[in-house]
């Protein structure tokens, strides 16, 4: 655990300065081209070249690349030094293609994931900006690959603080965009500057992590001897993979089409207010949830390799619980909070407070999903580590399934102003089936879980995190008597007493029932700022 702890608080520090920035980004973005037509185009651009990259690399990285590389590590005579040579060769030259080709087919991307009418000023927009952005999904994919060679060299300060610079890049230019949020009236100038400077952000990223990786004495070798690049067996684990990242695209792409659609029968309740919520709800997973699976995944892959299968357990038990004793006090926030987190976020600009408090209100209805949703994936990790890139597919085409189904009966029953609330409400309980039928199956490969020990854990943590929920509700009932409609100051009323007091409230409740992992992560803060 200790171990655990300590690299996950190194990612958990760098990641929490990325996501902070990371909130000042958004909420820039917000500000300069708001949640309606513009904003929309914008975040539809920005999310397709991460969904190719899902489809192509990401997903590839953590269940294949990774137990490859420990593998290599400790199998080849040159620790693996070649093979990891090659696959950022490879990696690099594919992506560059794959770039160059997504550039191409921006207009037909953009009809995939949108149902906007080719020749409006939105479409014209969106297919502008994808064109601007794609390109650096070279620059990500070489990032992505050298940060995954870091991890497996524990090196993980450098792809979490990376992130930081690429945010810092991005505000500047969002701060010096001035076009407005109408796609009709801004200029091709204006949305230059938007698209270069994201794919300028991603630049950055990458270089930060190529400088870690020369740092870390990786020499770099231009390699293309193919036949030692073991790509048989990575097509083998990856196509499964790939097949799970398809899956989750296609229903990501089902996603965009009906909020577009709900977007445009309601402005402002469209993509945007989608986008903006889902990257609050991924925060207390990004800060925690990835961290520690980016440390628990290598040392699981090891045990396996070794099989020493009671130290997967032991590995997986902790890293559950050490993520729950942060998510659940988050989800219940998240569930009372959601219109109070995001009005002093985002309502500035071209975004008012009425459209801010409808985020709230999507982002209220995600905190249903943040514990299925982390459990979920902490739990494919553990196929993962055995090698087994197939079995997460099946999970992941009926959670998808599931979800499709939930999201199009929504789409059907519910009003256009309500359909994105409804599309998040069908994510969570997608999720909480597909965590149910992931725990089954890998507690049955890992031959046990320590199911009862997690529960009883998690048990522990609800009940030590109600009273916090309860403060916050009180909070928001106060605030509306006093002062009405929520507003900023309110806002920040509400947030200091039912967030800031609330967490020393759980934290202190969580302290006397002596819950192991709240007082580890209090005592080595605390040791920290004692020095």
Known sequence: MSRLMRASAIMAAGTMVSRVTGFVRTMVLASAVGTALLGDAYNVAYAIPYSILDLLLLGVLSSVIVPMIVQAQQRDADGGRAFEQRLLTLATLALIVVAALAVLAAPLLIDLYTNWRPGSPQYEAAVLLARLILPQLAFFGLGAVAGAILNTRDRFAAPMWAPVLNNIVVIGVFLAYSGGKDPATVSDGQLALLGLGTTAG??????????ALKRARFQFRPRLDVRNARLGQMAKAGGWTIGYVVITQLGFMLITNLASAAGDAVPNHGVSPYTYAFQLFQLPYGIIGVSVITAMLPKMSRAVTDGRMD?????????????????????????????????????????????????????????????????????????????????????????????????????????????????????????????????????????????????????????????????????????????????????????????????????????????????????????????
């Open 202 to 211: 991603i630049v950055a990223q990458a270089t930060v992590l190529v400088i």
């Open 311 to 531: 130290d997967l357990r032991s590995e997986f038990g902790s890293g559950v619980r050490l993520i729950s004793c942060v998510m659940v006090p988050a989800s219940l926030l998240l569930m009372v909070l959601g219109p109070a987190i995001t009005v002093p976020i985002y309502a500035h600009g071209e975004t008012t407070v009425a459209d801010a408090v409808y985020i709230g209100n999507v982002l209220q209805v995600y905190g249903l999903a943040l514990m299925p949703f982390a459990v979920f994936q902490l739990l494919l990790r553990v196929f993962y580590s055995f090698g087994d890139t197939r079995t997460p597919v099946f999970i992941g085409a009926g959670t998808t399934a599931a979800g499709a189904v939930l999201m199009l009966v929504a789409n059907a029953l519910l009003p256009p102003a309500y359909v994105v609330m409804g599309l998040a409400f069908a994510y969570a309980c997608a999720y909480g089936l597909g965590a149910v039928v992931a725990w089954m199956m890998a507690s049955r490969r890992a031959a046990g879980l320590g199911g009862w020990t997690i529960g009883t854990a998690l048990t522990r943590m609800y009940l030590a995190a109600m009273p916090t929920a309860v403060l916050a509700l009180a909070s928001v009932w106060v605030s509306q008597q006093v002062f009405g409609e929520l507003a900023f100051l309110n806002s920040l009323i509400i947030l200091a007493v039912g967030g800031g007091l609330g967490g020393l409230l759980y934290l202190a409740i969580a302290h006397k029932m002596r819950i192991p992992e709240v007082n580890s992560i209090v005592g080595m803060v605390a040791g920290r700022v004692g020095r």
